[in-house]
């Protein structure tokens, strides 16, 4: 099974808010959570109202 590509994730919670950056490889929301992961490790957590906006980029792996 192939690893799950890494992406840089910028998460917004304000018009205000210069953004949070977190790597991470999978995205999940259940319920009125939203949570990235990192190797199966919650790396980041907030409710998905608190989240206006996310993008996310490739991430350049080191060979």
Do not use: C, I, N
């Not at 992406?7 to 917004?12: A, K, S």
């Not at 259940?30 to 993008?55: I, K």
Request: glycine share 6%; hydrophobic share 35%.
């Amino acid at each position: 099974m192939q690893p799950k590509p890494v992406r840089e994730f910028t998460v917004y919670t304000s018009s205000e808010d210069p953004g949070t950056l977190v790597r991470a490889d999978r995205v999940e929301t259940v319920g009125d959570w939203f949570t990235l992961y990192l190797d199966g490790q919650e790396v980041y957590g907030a409710p998905r109202e608190h989240v206006l906006q996310y993008t996310a980029k490739a991430v350049e792996e080191a060979a």
